[in-house]
C-alpha cells in the first residue's frame, strides 16, 4: 500500500464516524490534518453496531438495492475528491447487509463530482445468513438455535482481507461486519508489512483502533461531564487521528482548532471502555494484552498509548444471529402542573389494567423512574413522591408480542387517554416496529471463508 519512499514513515489513520447515524460533518477536518501532514494515511468510518446489520438486511427485503448505510453520500461527498486526489485511502464497514450495493453507489457519487473511477474493494464471506450455513449456526448454538426466521448472521471478520485489498491497489475498501479495531489494524498490516503472527505489533495496532472505533469518544463526547469533566467546544468536536509508528505503538491526536480534548483520562476511559478482560481482549486477529500498558501525555491533545502485548489469536470467530420476534409497541403521553406525576401514575395504572394478560408492561415515568425502572414496572405500586407543583412527567409504556394486532392495542389504548383520562394528558406520541431477538455464537475460524473482490 504504501510508497516505497515512505516506508519509514509513521501511518495516519483518522476516524470520521462511530456508529451509523453519526455526524456527518466530522470528514473534512480531519481528511485536511491528514492530508497536511505529508505521512501515509487512511480514513476509516465506523458505522456498524451489534443489531445494524439486522436492520440493513431488513431494508434490503424491501429494497434490493438498499442495506448499506443509509448516510453513505453525507459521509463521503465532502472528501471523496479530497481523497482520491490525495491519496487518502478510505476504509470502512459502510458496507452493512450490501457491500456491492454501497460500491455501486460510491462509484455513481464519484460520477456524479466529476471525479475519477475509484478502484473498489468488497469484502466478502462474513454473512453466514443463508442456507449453506445452517447447519454450521445449529451446531454452534444448540438449543439457542432460533426457531423464528433469521434476518441476519455475520462473523466478525478480521484485518487480513483489508490489508490484502489494500496492498492490491484499493482506494476504497467496502466491509460488511469486521471486528471495529480490524479497520485500523488493516492499514497497518498492509503499511508496514507485519507478519499475521507478530502478535505484540498487531495488538499494538488493534488497540489504536480500539480507541478510535467510537469516534469523538475519545477525544471528549462520551467523557464530557459539566463541573466535573469539563470539555471545551463540544459542539464543534474534533474526531480522532492515530499516528501508528512501526512498532505499532500510537499516539491519539485530533484535527487542529476543532473542539474536544484528549488527555490521559479521556484516552484511559476508551481503552477501557467495552473491556471484558484487560489481559485478554479478544478479536479475530489477536488477543490483546493491555495490563502493562502506559499512557502518556506528549503534547496538547496528543497521548501515546505504549505496552500493550499480543497473544494469539482466537481459534474461534464470533458470529451475532439475527431473528424475528414479533413486534415492539410504544406509546408517550406527557402531564404537567400540580399533581402531575399522580395523574401519570394513574394513567399508567389504567393501562395496566386494560393490557393485563398481553404480557410485561414496560411502564416508566420519565423525569421521575425511567433509566433506573424494569420491565417488570413493581415502581409503580409505591407511593407517589411528587417534586414540585411545577413538574412534569412524561408517561411512555411499551410492549412485546409476536401478534402485530395484540402489539397495536398498545398504541390504540395510549392515544385513548386523550379523553378517557386523567385529566391534562397530551403531546401523545406512539410508533410499532417489528422486534428483533439476537443470540451470539462461536464457529471454526476455518468454516468462514473470507477474500475480497476489486469492483472497478
Same mark, same amino acid.
Given at each position: 500500500?504504501?510508497?516505497?519512499?515512505?516506508?519509514?514513515?509513521?501511518?495516519?489513520?483518522?476516524?470520521?464516524?462511530?456508529?451509523?447515524?453519526?455526524?456527518?460533518?466530522?470528514?473534512?477536518?480531519?481528511?485536511?490534518?491528514?492530508?497536511?501532514?505529508?505521512?501515509?494515511?487512511?480514513?476509516?468510518?465506523?458505522?456498524?453496531? @451489534?443489531?445494524?446489520?439486522?436492520?440493513?438486511?431488513?431494508?434490503?427485503?424491501?429494497?434490493?438495492?438498499?442495506?448499506? @448505510?443509509?448516510?453513505?453520500?453525507?459521509?463521503?461527498?465532502?472528501?471523496?475528491?479530497?481523497?482520491?486526489?490525495?491519496?487518502?485511502?478510505?476504509?470502512?464497514?459502510?458496507?452493512?447487509?450490501?457491500?456491492?450495493? #454501497?460500491?455501486?453507489?460510491?462509484?455513481?457519487?464519484?460520477?456524479?463530482?466529476?471525479?475519477?473511477?475509484?478502484?473498489?474493494?468488497?469484502?466478502?464471506?462474513?454473512?453466514?445468513?443463508?442456507?449453506?450455513?445452517?447447519?454450521?449456526?445449529?451446531?454452534?448454538?444448540?438449543?439457542?438455535?432460533?426457531?423464528?426466521?433469521?434476518?441476519?448472521?455475520?462473523?466478525?471478520?478480521?484485518?487480513?482481507?483489508?490489508?490484502?485489498?489494500?496492498?492490491?491497489?484499493?482506494?476504497?475498501?467496502?466491509?460488511?461486519?469486521?471486528?471495529?479495531? =480490524?479497520?485500523?489494524?488493516?492499514?497497518?498490516?498492509?503499511?508496514?508489512?507485519?507478519?499475521?503472527?507478530?502478535?505484540?505489533?498487531?495488538?499494538?495496532?488493534?488497540? #489504536?483502533?480500539?480507541?478510535?472505533?467510537?469516534?469523538?469518544?475519545?477525544?471528549?463526547?462520551?467523557?464530557?461531564?459539566?463541573?466535573? *469533566?469539563?470539555?471545551?467546544?463540544?459542539?464543534?468536536?474534533?474526531?480522532?487521528?492515530?499516528?501508528?509508528?512501526?512498532?505499532?505503538?500510537?499516539?491519539?491526536?485530533?484535527?487542529?482548532?476543532?473542539?474536544?480534548?484528549?488527555?490521559?483520562?479521556?484516552? *484511559?476511559?476508551?481503552?477501557?471502555?467495552?473491556?471484558?478482560?484487560?489481559?485478554?481482549?479478544?478479536?479475530?486477529?489477536?488477543?490483546?494484552?493491555?495490563?502493562?500498558?502506559?499512557?502518556?501525555?506528549?503534547?496538547?491533545?496528543?497521548?501515546?498509548?505504549?505496552?500493550?502485548?499480543?497473544?494469539?489469536?482466537?481459534?474461534?470467530? *464470533?458470529?451475532?444471529?439475527?431473528?424475528?420476534?414479533?413486534?415492539?409497541?410504544?406509546?408517550?403521553?406527557?402531564?404537567?402542573?400540580?399533581?402531575?406525576?399522580?395523574?401519570?401514575?394513574?394513567?399508567?395504572?389504567?393501562?395496566?389494567?386494560?393490557? =393485563?394478560?398481553?404480557?410485561?408492561?414496560?411502564?416508566?415515568?420519565?423525569?421521575?423512574?425511567?433509566?433506573?425502572?424494569?420491565?417488570?414496572?413493581?415502581?409503580?405500586?409505591?407511593?407517589?413522591?411528587?417534586?414540585?407543583?411545577?413538574?412534569?412527567?412524561?408517561?411512555?409504556?411499551?410492549?412485546?408480542?409476536?401478534?402485530?394486532?395484540?402489539?397495536?392495542?398498545?398504541?390504540?389504548?395510549?392515544?385513548?387517554?386523550?379523553?378517557?383520562?386523567?385529566?391534562?394528558?397530551?403531546?401523545?406520541?406512539?410508533?410499532?416496529?417489528?422486534?428483533?431477538?439476537?443470540? =451470539?455464537?462461536?464457529?471454526?475460524?476455518?468454516?468462514?471463508?473470507?477474500?475480497?473482490?476489486?469492483?472497478?
Amino acid at each position: 500500500m504504501a510508497n516505497p519512499a515512505h516506508r519509514n514513515n509513521h501511518l495516519l489513520v483518522g476516524c470520521a464516524a462511530g456508529f451509523s447515524g453519526d455526524r456527518t460533518d466530522a470528514a473534512l477536518p480531519v481528511v485536511q490534518a491528514l492530508i497536511a501532514s505529508g505521512q501515509p494515511a487512511v480514513l476509516i468510518f465506523e458505522t456498524l453496531a @451489534e443489531r445494524t446489520l439486522a436492520l440493513a438486511q431488513l431494508a434490503r427485503r424491501t429494497d434490493p438495492d438498499a442495506g448499506y @448505510e443509509p448516510l453513505l453520500v453525507d459521509l463521503l461527498q465532502p472528501v471523496l475528491a479530497l481523497c482520491l486526489s490525495h491519496g487518502v485511502r478510505i476504509v470502512s464497514n459502510f458496507g452493512a447487509a450490501n457491500p456491492h450495493g #454501497a460500491a455501486r453507489r460510491i462509484h455513481a457519487l464519484a460520477a456524479e463530482l466529476g471525479l475519477r473511477r475509484p478502484r473498489i474493494a468488497v469484502l466478502q464471506g462474513d454473512d453466514l445468513s443463508g442456507p449453506a450455513h445452517r447447519t454450521l449456526l445449529q451446531g454452534a448454538l444448540g438449543a439457542a438455535m432460533p426457531t423464528e426466521p433469521i434476518v441476519s448472521a455475520n462473523a466478525y471478520i478480521g484485518a487480513q482481507a483489508i490489508a490484502d485489498a489494500l496492498r492490491a491497489g484499493a482506494d476504497i475498501v467496502v466491509c460488511g461486519r469486521v471486528a471495529d479495531p =480490524s479497520l485500523v489494524l488493516g492499514p497497518a498490516l498492509a503499511h508496514y508489512g507485519w507478519e499475521m503472527d507478530d502478535w505484540d505489533r498487531l495488538a499494538r495496532a488493534t488497540m #489504536a483502533g480500539h480507541l478510535l472505533e467510537c469516534g469523538a469518544q475519545v477525544t471528549g463526547g462520551y467523557f464530557a461531564d459539566p463541573g466535573y *469533566k469539563d470539555v471545551p467546544g463540544l459542539a464543534q468536536l474534533g474526531y480522532p487521528i492515530a499516528e501508528i509508528d512501526a512498532e505499532g505503538h500510537c499516539t491519539i491526536t485530533k484535527p487542529p482548532g476543532t473542539g474536544g480534548r484528549i488527555d490521559e483520562r479521556t484516552v *484511559k476511559e476508551q481503552l477501557l471502555y467495552e473491556l471484558h478482560d484487560p489481559a485478554a481482549y479478544l478479536t479475530p486477529d489477536v488477543v490483546a494484552d493491555i495490563t502493562q500498558a502506559r499512557v502518556l501525555a506528549v503534547g496538547t491533545d496528543a497521548v501515546r498509548l505504549e505496552g500493550v502485548r499480543g497473544h494469539p489469536q482466537p481459534p474461534t470467530l *464470533k458470529v451475532n444471529v439475527c431473528f424475528e420476534s414479533g413486534w415492539f409497541a410504544e406509546g408517550e403521553i406527557s402531564y404537567a402542573g400540580p399533581r402531575a406525576e399522580s395523574r401519570a401514575r394513574l394513567a399508567g395504572e389504567v393501562l395496566r389494567e386494560r393490557l =393485563s394478560g398481553l404480557g410485561p408492561l414496560r411502564i416508566d415515568l420519565i423525569g421521575v423512574t425511567s433509566v433506573l425502572g424494569d420491565d417488570t414496572s413493581r415502581w409503580l405500586d409505591e407511593p407517589a413522591e411528587e417534586v414540585s407543583h411545577s413538574h412534569d412527567v412524561r408517561l411512555r409504556v411499551a410492549l412485546q408480542h409476536r401478534d402485530h394486532a395484540t402489539a397495536q392495542r398498545l398504541v390504540r389504548e395510549v392515544t385513548a387517554l386523550y379523553t378517557c383520562g386523567p385529566a391534562g394528558g397530551g403531546g401523545v406520541r406512539t410508533a410499532m416496529r417489528p422486534r428483533l431477538g439476537t443470540v =451470539s455464537c462461536l464457529v471454526p475460524r476455518d468454516t468462514v471463508v473470507v477474500r475480497f473482490e476489486i469492483v472497478d
